[in-house]
Structures are given as structure tokens and as C-alpha cells.
């Protein structure tokens, strides 16, 4: 019987992933572009996310695409930006419960060569 409600209420829950739009380099941080021979990509990527939340219908705020790239680079102590970055838009929504709206941005971080690698989570 739970197993049953549970699934239907995974049918009536709209959600949905939107790719908006893949990036070379994104940054939020000033670098010279110049200076680009003396940073390499590390191996792992990360991911930063911004959101808001839907209560009832009225949104409790607006996420920020900034917010989310900043969060991203700052997973890694002395990352300068990001290589290779995926931006997505996702949510969902349980009618006149609660829903979320939010950007998640993927990508491998930049830093200088020769710096400390980061510890694993």
C-alpha cells in the first residue's frame, strides 16, 4: 500500500534538467588571461549549486548563476575558475506544497601549477 502511494506520487511530482549551456572557462575571480600557461586543470571536478525554494506557489527567493559558479571554485583551496563547465536549470515542484528552482554548474577547477593538491572528501 506505501509502495504503491509513494509511486504515485512520484507521477504527479513535476521535475525537470535543462542543459542551458556548456563554457570553455568560467570565472568569477580576475586572472590574466595571458598568464593562462602557468595554471593546469585538475583531475576531479566539482559542482556548485544555488537555489530557492517554492512554498505553496509564492517563490521564497531567486537563484543566482553567479552563486552557484562561486560555490563551484570555491570546493577547491586556490582554484581560479572553471574548464570544461556544464551549467544546468533543474526543479521541481508538489502542487501548493513545495517545489525547487535551481542552477547547478559542473566543472574541472583551474589552479596554478606546483600548488598543494586538494584533500579528498
Request: aromatic share 10%; hydrophobic share 45%; charged share 20%.
Given at each position: 500500500m ?5 509511486a ?11 542543459r ?15 598568464d ?5 586543470k ?38 581560479i ?9 533543474k ?31
Amino acid at each position: 500500500m506505501n509502495l504503491t502511494l509513494i509511486a504515485l506520487l512520484l507521477l504527479v511530482i513535476p521535475s525537470c534538467t535543462s542543459r542551458v549551456m556548456d563554457m570553455t572557462i568560467i570565472s568569477t575571480k580576475s586572472f590574466e588571461l595571458v598568464d593562462m600557461a602557468n595554471y593546469e586543470k585538475l583531475p576531479d571536478r566539482v559542482e556548485g549549486e544555488d537555489l530557492s525554494h517554492i512554498i505553496i506557489f509564492i517563490p521564497m527567493g531567486v537563484p543566482f548563476i553567479k552563486e552557484a559558479i562561486d560555490k563551484a571554485i570555491e570546493e577547491t583551496p586556490g582554484c581560479i575558475g572553471l574548464a570544461d563547465a556544464v551549467l544546468y536549470l533543474k526543479w521541481f515542484y508538489i502542487p501548493f506544497i513545495y517545489g525547487q528552482f535551481r542552477y547547478v554548474l559542473e566543472g574541472t577547477p583551474i589552479v596554478k601549477k606546483g600548488s598543494p593538491s586538494p584533500k579528498k572528501k
